[in-house]
Antibody
Framework: EVQLVESGGGLVQPGGSLRLSCAAS????????MSWVRQAPGKGLEWVGR??????????HYAAPVKGRFTISRDDSKNTVYLQMNSLKTEDTAVYYC????????WGQGTLVTVSS | QSVLTQPPSASGTPGQRVTISCSGR????????VYWYQQLPGTAPKLLIS???QRPSGVPDRFSGSKSGTSASLAISGLRSEDEADYYC???????????FGGGTKLTVL
């Protein structure tokens, strides 16, 4: 069964940092481009960024609102993708999902990040 | 304001066929694949249609996708109460070097 499980969310003050993790199972992780998508309370989906496979150079792309503050990385030995979030702002408050369109697609259950003083 | 434009709401009665549109530009829908996601109330999104019109395993054939020029559509035939959800389109945007989502369409089954 294809599964993605996020962890690491929580409450953080503006200007703070947080690292999210997403553990994958049930598919060939090394072949999958992995993305992070967020959803603010009561709002639609917003793409955060993506990391390609090692074969594709582990190239990353980011949405304009997070570029320079967020970093996506992956550890293929652990089947895990990470989202390092620095200089957090109140507008970063959202449920963060990791997702892939590979192998029929999969989304995690999401982890809530609340940025507030 | 989303880069891809979807109607905020749609509705239909059980058994009916409904379509949801997604309008974009040459830099996104016009030159890249379109994906559709279904988000049931209180749950994570799920991939419904990939690469314009491909259904992942397990997705009923009542769901179909199409693309023409800079627009795409999701069609749901034989509407069922369990189809009540939010639907999002997405595509890569070459100008932005990023993926863009539509604002979402809330489907109500009357």
């Amino acid at each position: 069964e294809v599964q993605l499980v996020e962890s690491g969310g929580g409450l953080v003050q503006p200007g703070g940092s947080l690292r999210l993790s997403c553990a994958a199972s049930g598919f060939t992780f090394t072949d999958a481009w992995m993305s992070w998508v967020r959803q603010a309370p009561g709002k639609g989906l917003e793409w955060v960024g993506r990391i390609k496979t090692k074969t594709d150079g582990e190239t990353t792309h980011y949405a304009a609102p997070v570029k320079g503050r967020f970093t996506i990385s992956r550890d293929d030995s652990k089947n895990t993708v990470y989202l390092q979030m620095n200089s957090l702002k109140t507008e970063d408050t959202a449920v963060y999902y990791c997702a892939t369109d590979y192998s029929g697609g999969a989304w995690g259950q999401g982890t809530l990040v609340t940025v507030s003083s | 304001q989303s880069v891809l434009t979807q109607p905020p709401s749609a509705s239909g009665t059980p058994g009916q066929r409904v379509t949801i549109s997604c309008s974009g530009r040459s830099s996104n829908i016009g030159s890249n694949y379109v994906y559709w996601y279904q988000q049931l109330p209180g749950t994570a999104p799920k991939l419904l249609i990939s690469r314009n019109n491909q259904r992942p395993s397990g997705v009923p054939d009542r769901f179909s996708g199409s693309k023409s020029g800079t627009s795409a559509s999701l069609a749901i035939s034989g509407l069922r109460s369990e189809d009540e959800a939010d639907y999002y389109c997405a595509a890569w945007d070459d100008s932005l070097s990023g993926r863009v989502f539509g604002g979402g369409t809330k489907l109500t089954v009357l």
